[in-house]
């Protein structure tokens, strides 16, 4: 039952912390895992599924209104589907097996890892957050409009006076171009959603908990494990799959004469290499730590050079992907508490809904972007502090040897 003083305190604080990510597209599951496991008194499994369900929600009303918004300096998306395309599906290739890790490995390793990753990569996006809003504090004043600064951001309007994409094309190749860009875009959504529909499919097949396989396989049975492994594959096909277009993307528009933008990934073959094996570890840290791969991914696009309103919106439709396929998990196992469920749902739709308005006008009006990266850096150093916190509370009181003690599968 509900108990208004625990939860009404626990609804306070997770929507704080979701309104402070949602500018930032991460979600935030490194504040509300541990807030739902000390507040609310949630075993680890039950407040990552409810954390992961909360998420969903926000990554629902991030990607809806990031998907009317167009990119600052290209004529598409603000959403970069390519980069999705590049980096989610090894994403959930290296989640697969740090799931397992997870069972496995020491609790209390787990969370000391992730104290340190965590801790490391907040002050690292927060100094560059800090740097970014001291340039363009120094342009604002100048009133420069110097376009060679790396982050500095303009608004909409402006940037609809002075495009960047400076290939002439004639009315009707530009018609035809647009009508081929969003046929392929069309494409490569559809192809990223058939790959997590897979991937969920096959999550319903095995079974679980208290949702019986449809081929009556029992759990640790070898067809469950044969359902279990059958993801990686699957992924691997897509990943595969998508890397062969995007190169020959990349090389098409090499031929053309094509200008790349500031903060546009040119996807060579080594690029198409090096990034997606990075988020194969960030999908093993996501599912060893059950904090969702967007906290990993979003300071590595900002790394990389992303544009920060680009890396938001895209983390963002990450998640929405990710948190989807883990709740379908979540609720296959029975560890979904359904009112619990229905009401943080709502919450992370609202409170990330709100973020994305309040934040954005600022932006819009102050002609920055910096709040994003603060907030972002702003997030994993919270979590940080959180985990922490919730480690060693949990710790109190046990041996050391019952700390590093192995678990069964």
């Known amino acids: 039952p509900l108990d208004w003083r625990h939860d009404g305190l626990t609804v306070l604080c997770a929507c704080v912390g979701l309104v402070i990510a949602a500018s930032g597209g991460i979600g935030g599951g490194g504040i509300l895992v541990p807030l739902f496991m000390l507040a609310l008194e949630f075993k680890p499994k039950h407040a990552i599924a409810l954390s992961n369900f909360t998420i969903l929600g926000g990554a629902i009303a991030n990607t809806a209104v990031n998907a009317r918004k167009r990119h600052p300096h290209l004529d598409r998306p603000l959403i970069d589907w390519d980069l999705i395309l590049a980096m989610e599906p090894l994403t959930i290739f290296g989640a697969v097996f740090g799931s397992l890790l997870s069972k496995i490995l020491p609790n209390v390793v787990l969370t000391i890892l992730l104290v340190v990753i965590l801790a490391f990569m907040g002050q690292r996006t927060l100094k560059k957050g800090l740097q970014m809003f001291s340039e363009e504090s120094r342009t604002l004043r100048r009133g420069s409009t110097d376009d060679s600064l790396e982050l500095t951001s303009r608004t909409n309007e402006v940037l609809n006076d002075r495009p960047e994409y400076l290939e002439l094309q004639s009315d009707s190749e530009a018609n035809g171009a ?59 096909l897509f990943a595969i799959a998508f890397r062969y277009q995007l190169v020959g993307e990349y090389q098409q ?133 959180f985990v922490a916190v919730n480690t060693i509370a949990r710790s109190a009181g046990r041996s050391f040897a019952d700390l590093l003690a192995f678990h069964e599968i």
Request: glycine content about 14%; aromatic content about 12%; overall charge positive.
């Open 178 to 236: 647009q009508a081929r860009g969003s046929a392929s875009l069309t494409c490569k959504i559809g192809a990223l959603t058939v790959c997590f529909a897979g991937t969920c499919a096959l999550t319903v097949l095995r079974g679980g908990g208290k949702f019986a396989s449809p081929f009556g396989f029992e759990c640790g049975s070898y067809g469950f494990w044969l359902l279990y492994f059958s993801a990686a594959p699957w992924v691997l």
């Open 253 to 385: 528009k090499l031929r053309s004469g094509y200008t790349f933008s500031q903060g546009e990934v040119q996807w060579d073959s080594k690029n198409t290499i090096v990034y997606p094996l990075l988020c194969a570890l960030s999908g093993l840290l996501a599912g060893l730590f059950g904090v969702g791969g967007g906290i990993v991914k979003g300071p590595l696009m900002l790394e990389m050079g992303i544009i920060p309103s680009v890396a938001s919106a895209s983390a963002a439709a990450m998640i929405l992907y990710t948190s989807a396929a883990a709740s379908t998990s979540y609720i296959v196992f029975g560890l979904l508490h359904p009112l619990y469920g229905l009401i943080f749902f709502l919450l992370g739709l609202v409170c990330t809904s709100v973020g994305q308005y309040v934040v954005g006008l600022w932006v819009q009006k102050h002609n920055r972007q910096s709040p994003i990266v603060l907030s972002i850096g702003l997030v994993i150093l919270l979590s940080s502090v």
